[in-house]
């Protein structure tokens, strides 16, 4: 599960983290509110961030930096009525409903700062380095040194001396060594507390000398936080923060069914039992030249309105040009499937061609099921094997 900006901003700051104050809002009336009311509280700059599960905000124009409460309704006003395109959305760019209100500040420099679980190193990991903001992505492809990794005990986590090497090696002077060893210090136990898989400061930013803070100080001003959903039900504060309207429609309607579904980008729908089944489809279609449009799990114990409900969802999608039915019955009964789809075949129809292949329990009532439909569904094709349905589908979205 991911979160907005500024929610993550807020787990930062109660996990100690130096982060400014703002407040999250849903109109340009409000917006322009927060601004003058944080102009009038001294701030000299105000910025103006999109709130949207996606990054690369900055580049596509969907955070400002503001000199005045005009400046800041005007930015406003624009995210609240264009979609934002960036190399992180999908190329029809993402719609904008909430904005972050922030006090801004003055940058000398901008670091970066994540806890990841590294799969190929096999443990959480550091990473941090001095050439923060926007660019990070083309640093770590272009000169992979210029980020440090450290990987994380699996019992202690990070310890206090990596995380101070860690900020000597960044380049951390005087006061600040410690204010960033300490975010680092910080980070790694929200990561570990909140069962997070992705904690990312980015930027995490030195703030200018001054009379009152002459070495700056050090501040984050942007967090991004993913969570493993499976560890979520013992984290309430964080269920509490899921923002359904920046999932796929499809993929939340799926998941009140409890169907595991994600939509690709291919042509061929199709609806499997087992995830283990579902990723040898996806291998054999691809095999014989075809390309999913979704990887559909129906699991073992759908009932024939889930199943219904799981072929509404696969003919909604207008990539969809044929569906493939590959079912082993286990616990799964083929009959019910076959029964699911003689009802979606009435309630939402097969335009597209359809090939089904059952085996497994109740697999010959089934049949019988579906042979009594077959006037009912010119598109359907049974087939006798996995490879003949892979062969049959792939000649029918030719
Ligand atoms: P992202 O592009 O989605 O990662 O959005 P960020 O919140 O990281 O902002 C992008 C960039 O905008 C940062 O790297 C900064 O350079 C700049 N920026 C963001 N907030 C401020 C601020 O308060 N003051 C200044 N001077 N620049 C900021
Ligand atoms: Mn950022």
Do not use: W
Not at 216 to 236: E, M, S, T, W
């Amino acid at each position: 599960m991911k979160i907005h900006e500024y929610q993550a901003r807020q787990l930062l700051a109660d996990a100690g983290i130096p982060v400014p104050g703002g407040k999250m809002v849903e109109s340009v009336q409000d917006a322009a509110a927060e601004a003058k009311r944080l102009f009038a509280g001294g701030a000299g700059i105000v910025v103006v961030k999109a709130q949207v599960h996606a990054g690369g905000r900055g580049k596509a124009g969907f955070v400002k930096v503001c000199k005045d409460a005009a400046e800041a309704e005007k930015a406003a006003q624009f995210m609240l009525s264009n979609r934002m395109v960036s190399p992180q959305t999908p190329p029809e760019g993402l719609e904008v409903r909430r904005l972050l209100v922030a006090a801004g500040v003055d940058i000398a420099k901008e670091y970066y700062l994540a806890i990841v679980t590294d799969r190929a190193r096999r443990t959480n990991t550091l990473i941090a380095s001095a050439e923060g903001g926007v660019e990070i992505e083309h640093v770590a492809a272009t000169r992979p040194d210029a980020i440090v990794k450290v990987a994380l005990d699996p019992l202690c986590g990070l310890s206090a001396y990596q995380a101070r090497e860690t900020a000597f090696r960044l380049g951390f002077k005087g006061k600040q060594v410690a204010q960033a060893a300490d975010a680092m210090m910080r980070l790694a136990g929200l990561f570990l507390a909140k069962d997070a898989s992705l904690a990312e400061i980015n930027p995490l930013v030195v703030t200018p000398a001054s009379a009152e803070h002459p070495d700056g100080q050090v501040i984050a001003i942007d967090a991004k936080f993913n969570f493993d959903d499976n560890a979520l039900f013992r984290h309430p504060d964080l269920r509490a923060m899921f923002d359904p309207t920046e999932e796929d429609p499809a993929e939340m309607r799926a998941r009140e069914f409890e169907l595991n579904y994600v939509s690709l980008d291919g042509n061929i729908g199709c609806l499997v039992n087992g995830a283990g089944l579902a990723m040898s489809t996806m291998d054999i279609v691809k095999l014989h030249g075809g390309d999913p449009a979704n990887f559909l799990d129906v699991g073992g114990g759908a009932t024939e309105q889930a199943i219904t409900e799981a072929f509404r969802i696969i003919l909604a999608d207008p990539k969809v040009k044929g569906v493939l039915v590959n079912i082993f019955g286990g616990i799964m009964q083929c009959d019910r499937v076959a029964r699911a789809v003689v009802a979606s075949a009435k309630t939402v129809g097969f335009k597209v061609p359809l090939v089904v292949r059952l085996e497994g329990t109740n697999v010959a009532e089934a049949r019988l099921v579906l042979d009594a439909a077959r006037g009912e569904i010119p598109t359907m094709q049974s087939a006798s094997d996995l490879a003949d349905a892979a062969r049959k589908v792939c000649a029918a979205v030719a």
